[in-house]
């Protein structure tokens, strides 16, 4: 991805959080799915008394995450979630690493084989023409999420997993595919502000942050927030040292170590295995 388009997905990243509480009613009903059953005046029980969870995952299969991102988490023995767009150079050439992060209980989650992304947002001129997700139908990203479980399992030998939607978006041109799909996942996470109450999770869907170059401070933050609230931060990197929408190297391990220092508070886990015990909850 150039300079320039990651430039723009940033503006859109920022705008989609922006509007992430305006959901359309299609979206409401993927959320009504798998309902978990808390209430704002009692606090969620965490595995082992943790103060909150903490869901590490990054998208867009990239080189970076491989050479960078996955020898830090072992460094921890974290595991995390790995969003893989299935066209993209990175998987297409280090299938047998993906595989590997799986066997070692790393979860590959489904992102997509094109990443299809709306075109007629603004600053979306990127987007190439057989990408416009505003173009294709619910049938069409449908056919294409399912094709992309089937390559996951294969490679994975796991029939359960979790989606998050390439650039947000979710309409295309006869509907918010959201509740269509969300029967396929144990979880979806979408762009949105950290939820303070585990009841303002209605269904499957969680809302995510996409960090661009955050300080080591903004990262401890966010996820004290959540100790703060007893509910989730979920966090969605992509580049780590190089590629787009990065965070820094050093400052990506910084965090894990901080993580690592408070792990009586923070239980760091797939966002697969962390949906399975809210559905048990």
């Not at 390439?166 to 309409?171: A, I, M, R």
């Not at 300080?215 to 609230?229: G, K, M, N, R, S």
Request: glycine share 4%; net charge negative.
């Amino acid at each position: 991805m150039s300079k320039s388009a990651c430039a723009v997905l940033i503006l859109i990243c920022c705008n989609g959080f922006a509007n992430a509480n305006q959901q359309t009613a299609d979206q409401q009903t993927a959320r009504q799915q798998t309902a978990i059953p808390t209430t704002s005046s009692q606090p969620f029980n965490w595995p082992d008394g943790a103060k909150a969870a903490v869901s590490l995952s990054y998208d867009d299969a990239l080189n970076s995450q491989l050479d960078q991102a996955v020898s830090a988490l072992a460094a921890h023995k974290f595991k995390a979630t790995f969003y893989l767009t299935l066209n993209s150079d990175a998987y297409k050439a280090r299938q047998a690493e993906w595989q590997a992060l799986a066997k070692a209980g790393h979860e590959l989650g489904n992102h997509s084989v094109h990443h299809a992304c709306r075109a007629s947002l603004a600053n979306r001129e990127w987007v190439a023409k057989e990408q416009d997700l505003d173009q294709w139908t619910l049938a069409k990203i449908g056919a294409e999420i399912t094709q992309a479980n089937q390559q996951l399992q294969a490679l994975d030998q796991q029939s359960s997993r979790t989606f998050t939607p390439p650039c947000g978006d979710t309409q295309v041109k006869d509907g918010d595919y959201l509740a269509s799909v969300a029967p396929l996942f144990s979880g979806i996470k979408v762009l949105g502000p950290p939820v303070t109450s585990m009841s303002q999770i209605e269904g499957k869907q969680l809302p995510t942050w996409f960090p661009v170059e955050p300080t080591l401070q903004q990262l401890i933050d966010y996820t004290e927030q959540a100790a703060q609230h007893g509910t989730i931060a979920s966090i969605t990197f992509h580049g780590v040292g190089g590629d787009h929408l990065q965070v820094d190297s050093k400052v990506h391990q910084q965090f894990l170590a901080y993580l690592a220092k408070h792990r009586d508070r923070f239980w760091v886990d797939t966002y697969h295995n962390i949906s399975l015990y809210l559905q048990q909850m």
